[in-house]
């Protein structure tokens, strides 16, 4: 069975920087696409960050500048550095493995990781 387990959330100040991870287990990570995605209370799952398997990236607008994905094949796990954080960026994040096959896609979901910025 196919696992994605995120870590690195917690609670920074305004201003300050965090690391999430996400390691996966089960899958051949090279062959997905890689993303993180964000929901605050209320409100719907938005897609953060996207690295393609040849680590092409892209990003939400509101994120842009301040956080930077990138992935470890080897190790088999995608990391989102996040600095200058705001208060509008808590919410619990979670990690996303998908491929297409054609018209079919495979895709996976971590169980997230709260990151609260806050003083």
């Known amino acids: 069975q196919v696992q994605l387990v995120e870590s690195g959330g917690g609670l920074v100040q305004p201003g300050g920087s965090l690391r999430l991870s996400c390691a996966a287990s089960?899958?051949?990570?090279?062959?997905?696409?890689m993303a993180w995605y964000r929901q605050a209370p209320g409100k719907q799952r938005e897609l953060v960050a996207t690295?393609?398997?040849?680590?092409?990236?892209n990003y939400a607008d509101s994120v842009k500048g301040r956080f930077t994905i990138s992935r470890d094949n080897a190790m088999n796990t995608v990391y989102l550095q996040m600095n200058s954080l705001k208060p509008e960026d808590t919410a619990v994040y979670y990690c996303n493995a998908v491929r297409w096959a054609g018209p079919t896609a495979s895709a996976y979901w971590g169980q997230g990781t709260q990151v609260t910025v806050s003083s």
């Open positions: 690295i393609s398997t040849a680590s092409s990236t």
């Open positions: 089960r899958i051949i990570f090279s062959i997905y696409t």
